[in-house]
């Protein structure tokens, strides 16, 4: 594949140089900002060699696969000589378009919500996948052989680098919600640092062997109550007192006053109000995950998997970041077990298998290349080109495939699945999932594959439809 030449290509398809606001890339997906979609040639896209698939807007997503996404993107970049984004800076893009789509003032504000939310945490997420890892296999270890390791340092030293980023998380956090909302990221950070559990905390001390009290509660201060969520509200919260105290300070003191103030100001709204509020909410989370698993069992397991995919096609998929990294940290309620994701990962299997259906059953040349393309991919766990460019735009088979996924889900939930990170998904959670759970975790995704293939194959296909869209 010429990607400069693809890339050219793209470029031409999309309008030119002067219709492109912004170029990025996601993983499979090349993203192209444009500033009139009418010039945009959608139907000609899908004819370039290596696209599997386009999704419309604003920002115009080209799906290339893996690889190639991000090689086309760099050509694109050189071409229109904006530089190379992430999908995190074309939120406010995406955002947009979504508005204009849904044409609802409060869904739009919702959407951009949760993706700010994202934003926050998937920057964090390739720590996270280390140190899940790397606590995973630690304890296995230690299980196996009684502890055999822990007097020797560089033992010590690489359980020290997976407990580290979970101690410390908030921090990240707090500066990373400050940094998103518009607040200088430092000043994040010391609200995140509220959050960390550490004896050397001021706070925490005691006089005379008695705790500090606090206020209200009269209880001794806990920094983890509010978890990871009370990180996240008070760098929002800092952020938003930082820019209103910066419009009535004067530019010859706004340099000391300004952080000054949102900080004293801040913690004593965050110690008091954020920190309970946290508490609730994560409480609230885990009790809801609890009754999901534990109180509704395999209908839970089912409804999860099935529903998960249509969230995904709205966007509203990162809501679920946050409660991943929360569910992986090693000092929650789970003990940095996530038995949601590999019910979640079942999603992608159930498309897999509606893929293989219509591979068998259509006459379409078109439709037969773009699901050969993208079922190797998919079944790896990068399952974007085959929702975006084969199940979704056929209706049909992305409901079939979502319902023949909650298979998957009722086993995950049966076998009680969990995962010791995240990041990856399809057949790559092998890698990830508790050791000696792997061959549970197949069959699990061998039920996603049968339900998905076999209510497509009956009930989800139809030629007509696929002429209509891809032609014979």
């Known amino acids: 594949m010429d990607y400069k ?74 071409l229109t000589g904006l530089k190379l984004g992430s999908e995190e800076a074309e939120i406010e893009t995406v955002a947009k378009a979504t508005k204009e789509a849904l044409k609802s003032k409060q869904t739009s504000l919702v959407h951009v919500l949760l993706r700010k939310v994202a934003n926050i945490f998937i920057p964090l997420i390739p720590g996270i996948i280390a140190a899940g890892l790397i606590n995973g296999l630690t304890n296995v270890i230690n299980v196996s052989t009684g502890g055999a390791y822990n007097a020797f340092w560089w033992y010590q030293l690489i359980r020290t680098l997976g407990f580290a980023i979970f101690m410390y998380l908030p921090i990240y956090v707090g500066m990373n919600s400050a940094k998103e909302f518009g607040g200088t990221p430092v000043i994040g950070a010391i609200a995140g640092a509220l ?31 509010g978890g990871l969520l009370a990180a996240l509200f008070a760098g929002m919260f800092f952020a938003y007192i930082e820019k209103h105290v910066k419009k009535f300070m004067p530019d010859i003191l706004t340099t000391f006053f300004t952080p000054l103030l949102t900080v004293l100001i801040g913690g004593f709204v965050a110690v008091l109000v954020i920190q309970p509020f946290g508490a609730i909410a994560s409480q609230g989370i885990f009790d809801a995950l609890d009754f999901a698993f534990n109180r509704m069992g395999i209908i839970g397991g089912y409804i999860l998997s099935a529903g998960f995919l249509p969230l995904v ?68 766990g990068i399952g974007e080109p085959l929702m975006y460019a084969v199940t979704l735009p056929l209706g049909k088979p992305f409901i079939t495939a979502c319902l023949g996924a909650g298979i998957g889900g009722i086993l995950a939930s049966l076998f009680a699945l969990g995962t010791i990170t995240l990041g990856v998904s399809g057949l790559f959670g092998l890698l990830i999932v508790q050791p000696g759970t792997q061959l549970l975790f197949v069959i699990a995704m061998l039920g996603a594959y049968i339900g998905g293939f076999v209510l497509t194959y009956f009930f989800g296909y139809d030629e007509k439809r696929i002429e209509e869209i891809y032609g014979q």
């Open 5 to 78: 030449q693809t890339a050219r290509k793209l470029l031409e398809l999309v309008g030119g140089q002067s219709n492109v606001k912004a170029n990025a890339t996601c993983m499979t997906r090349l993203r192209i900002s444009v500033k009139d979609e009418s010039l945009v040639n959608y139907d000609e896209i899908k004819k370039v060699e290596g696209v599997l698939g386009v999704v419309k807007g604003l920002t115009v997503q080209i799906i290339l696969g893996p690889g190639k996404g991000v090689k086309v993107a760099e050509e694109l970049a050189n």
């Open 195 to 225: 959050s960390v559990s550490h004896a050397g905390m001021p706070l925490l001390m005691k006089i005379a062997d008695q705790p500090i009290l606090m206020p209200i509660t009269n209880l001794a201060y806990n920094p983890a109550a």
């Open 313 to 380: 096609s709205v966007g509203l998929h990162h809501a679920l970041t946050p409660i991943h990294v929360m569910l992986n940290n090693p000092e929650g309620p789970t003990q940095g077990i996530n038995f949601l994701l590999p019910i979640l990962m079942m999603g992608g299997g159930g498309q897999v298998g509606a893929g293989l259906a219509l591979y068998l059953r259509t006459r379409s040349a078109k439709l037969k290349q773009m699901t050969r393309d993208a079922l190797p991919i998919g079944i790896l």
